[in-house]
């Protein structure tokens, strides 16, 4: 019961602060449960909440569906002969598992077991540092997650330029921010200081003290809505544009010529590279005027002095993404948009150690050229992890190293994967697959076990993700369990699936560097008390606030590099990128709309919804009732020029596949460029109508063909495709409308 004297509650129920974490948002909730079913009654935002103000979206809104409704699993099930499933005790599922662990890895080697964090994974703090130390402890280099098959390009961006120790500017105290292909009033993701926490109110007051944003999209977004300048580009074209915008910079001079030569290699290749795409060259490639590429320029680089580039899966899915996302973050270098020697640091962490922050390059550390390299397409590691994009490839190539056990964590890789028919082939074709999910999901439907966890109110946690850069003050906050588990039921806490495997395997564990007693397993306040073992406050006072609190923490400012560090320089313009650039110039710029000898009408973008994350809560009633199906979304003027109304049944063709779809107007597309939401789509053996579930775009993107050459990571936007008319009731045989010119 929290101590807020605001809150009463009717007989028999009590009222619980807590906080989400479905996303990155962490948005603070209120929770009503009836003690006589431990059911919860009522959840909306906590308006006293100091991160999020009251703010919550629909799927916090619907937790009492996800938690309570009947598409939960609430009990481990193992794959029979015929395919069905059947209730098995969770110990004897452990302990099945775990032999065929044992037995895999003892004939193949220990890379043959694979490990993937989904997206849920990410937001549950104990089975985050729980998997690692498993990982390690089974000493497998088949780490695989969401990342190398979303924004991977941030992470060869970073190795390939280097990185700020400091960080970079915080929106809290900047004066212009950039959004690249990110729409964060939509998919409350956090990059690089972007507030998610009540995005709405927080971009508004931004603009009440002065703030400018600068908008890069194919569609007029929900943020866009906000923008002092809308790039409306093509799909994929985010390198042309930004070579343009750093050409304009250099050309004026509105770089900064401090930093520049105090931190900076590569500014005579950078200005050789970028020279050729001019304000005028980028209209004709990329579709933004001259004059508002000049501007943008102007506005970001010289009338601003604070504020930084940021991006999410626009560019980050599209081709040569790498490419894209090193000209982003040359632009931020450029202009020197970093805290400095000096500068105070507004979130020191409430729930970290102190530790110096320092103004100093992070060298470029290119893993993939010097670590280890998988069998597979000769492809390297990021921090550690192998490439999501070719997890297919190491499940169905023979050989040393071949995965042939996989534990999926909090995600659904069958929808999240290129090509899904030979993603499905690979899942089945596994010896052993184990899904950690609450719900019958695409990929669960293929596991020999799945093991149903605990959901977010019935668990203790922490925000520890992104604490620093999530939060813009020293915040934390300490949930309890709010609900205990559903009757009956023998879900699971992620974290102890990890722990109780390594206990039959005889592994000993250390968690977070700690060795954990392999024979009386810890509580889940245990596991947080050793996250916050050295933390500023003490994890029994963060205890003692419900509903979070910003900790008054001894001020802290950036202090000077390390001697040692004190020479290390951003690498702007590397070889490896100075040809790729050199290529995009050279191209021909129609090649954009052409595939296997065919020359196609539209570009295909991915685009989030907000009632779901990414392949998540689709099947919960209320939001099955708003968004039933993913349709594609296309300007009027294209649906007119195609002969086509709103609401027309459609194909979706590209060079490998071909999707229905019900076509839907929307005035925010600009001409040429389509839309669909990612995620959606039953498995193909379910036969269900297109209204009942929707598709997968990525039955249109091959596994090996559209992707980027260092990270595997496939071209999900840009694809080139285009609209077919259909029959309400065809299914096969299109016939074709004409394209649009």
């Avoid at 090193?326 to 000096?342: A, K, P, S, T």
């Avoid at 107007?665 to 269900?688: C, E, L, Y």
Wanted: aromatic share 8%; charged share 25%.
């Amino acid at each position: 019961m929290s101590e807020r004297e605001d809150i009463q509650t009717p007989p028999g129920t009590r009222e619980v602060l807590t906080f989400c974490r479905i996303c990155a948002g962490k948005c603070g909730m209120k929770i009503t449960v009836d003690d006589s079913t431990n059911r919860m009654v009522d959840v909306r935002g906590d308006h006293q909440h100091a991160m999020t103000s009251g703010y919550a979206c629909i799927k916090g809104l619907q937790s009492a569906a996800i938690h309570h409704g009947p598409q939960r699993l609430l009990k481990p099930l193992k794959k029979q002969p015929d395919g069905s499933f059947a209730e098995i005790p969770l110990a004897q599922a452990l302990d099945e598992i775990a032999a065929r662990i044992r037995t895999l890895t003892a004939e193949s080697g220990a890379d043959t077991l694979g490990l993937f964090r989904g997206t849920a994974h990410y937001s549950n703090s104990t089975a985050f540092a729980m998997m690692s130390s498993f990982i390690r402890a089974t000493r497998t280099r088949s780490r695989f997650s969401t990342m190398t098959i979303d924004q991977s390009a941030k992470w060869v961006a970073e190795q390939r330029l280097g990185n700020w120790g400091a960080g970079r500017n915080r929106f809290n105290d900047s004066d212009v921010w950039m959004f690249v292909g990110y729409n964060p009033l939509v998919s409350l993701l956090g990059n690089n200081g972007t507030p998610v926490l009540n995005p709405t109110k927080r971009m508004k007051e931004a603009r009440v003290r002065g703030m400018k944003f600068i908008v890069v999209d194919p569609r007029r977004t929900e943020t866009a809505h906000y923008a002092d300048i809308h790039l409306q580009l093509f799909p994929g074209e985010d390198p042309t544009l930004f070579a343009g915008l750093l050409r304009c910079i250099l050309a004026n001079g509105w770089e900064d010529r401090e930093f520049c030569a105090r931190h900076v290699n590569g500014l005579d290749a950078l200005r050789r590279a970028v020279d050729p795409f001019t304000p005028e060259y980028v209209e004709r490639r990329a579709g933004v005027p001259a004059g508002k590429l000049i501007a943008a320029a102007e506005l970001f680089a010289s009338t601003s002095q604070r504020g930084i580039a940021v991006s999410a899966t626009g560019p980050d899915m599209a081709p040569r993404s790498n490419l894209a996302e090193h000209l982003i973050e040359v632009l931020n270098v450029v202009c020197g948009r970093f805290l400095r020697e000096g500068d105070t640091v507004q979130n020191p962490g409430a729930m970290s150690p102190r530790r110096p922050i320092r103004a100093e390059v992070i060298a470029p550390g290119r893993s993939w050229e010097t670590g280890y390299k998988s069998r597979v397409r000769n492809l390297g590691t990021l921090y550690g992890e192998k490439m999501a994009g070719a997890l297919a490839d190491e499940i169905l190539t023979p050989g040393d190293g071949q995965i042939r056990a996989l534990i999926v964590d909090g995600g659904n890789p069958v929808n999240a994967l290129p090509e899904r028919g030979r993603a499905i082939e690979a899942m089945q074709a596994l010896d052993l697959l184990v899904t950690i999910d609450p719900y019958m999901s695409e990929t669960a439907q293929l596991a020999h076990y799945i093991l149903p966890p605990t959901l977010m109110f019935e668990r203790a946690d922490l925000p520890l993700l992104f604490e620093r850069s999530g939060f813009p003050e020293p915040f934390a906050q300490y949930t309890p369990a709010v609900l205990p588990p559903p009757a009956g039921s023998e879900v699971v806490e992620d974290w102890y699936v990890f722990y109780a495997l390594a206990q039959r395997l005889g592994l000993d564990m250390q968690f977070e560097g700690t060795p954990l007693d392999m024979q009386n397993a810890p509580s889940n306040d245990d596991l947080l008390a050793l996250l916050l073992r050295d933390s500023e406050v003490p994890f029994d006072e963060i205890k003692k606030h419900p509903g979070g609190k910003v900790f008054e923490l001894p001020p802290q400012t950036v202090a000077a590099a390390k001697p040692e560090r004190a020479a290390n320089r951003f690498e702007v313009m590397p070889a490896d990128v100075f040809e790729e650039l050199a290529e995009v110039a050279a191209e021909d710029a129609a090649q954009a709309l052409q595939r296997g000898g065919r020359q196609f009408g539209f570009r295909l973008s991915v685009r989030r919804s907000r009632d779901v994350m990414n392949t998540t809560f689709r099947d919960v009633p209320a939001i099955r009732k708003r968004v039933p199906y993913n349709p594609v979304f296309l300007n009027p003027q294209d649906l007119q020029t195609l002969g086509l109304v709103d609401g027309a049944p459609v194909f979706i063709e590209s060079a490998h596949g071909r999707i229905e779809a019900i076509a839907e107007a929307d005035a925010t597309m600009r001409q040429g460029v389509i839309s669909m939401f990612h995620g959606f789509g039953k498995m193909p053996n379910q036969h269900t109508d297109y209204e009942d579930g929707g598709v997968n775009i990525n039955d249109m993107v091959p596994t090996g063909e559209y992707v980027e050459p260092i990270n595997a990571m496939p071209w999900y936007s840009a694809v080139p495709v285009d609209i077919v008319a259909r029959a309400a009731d065809e299914h096969d045989q299109p016939q074709r409308v004409s394209q649009r010119q």
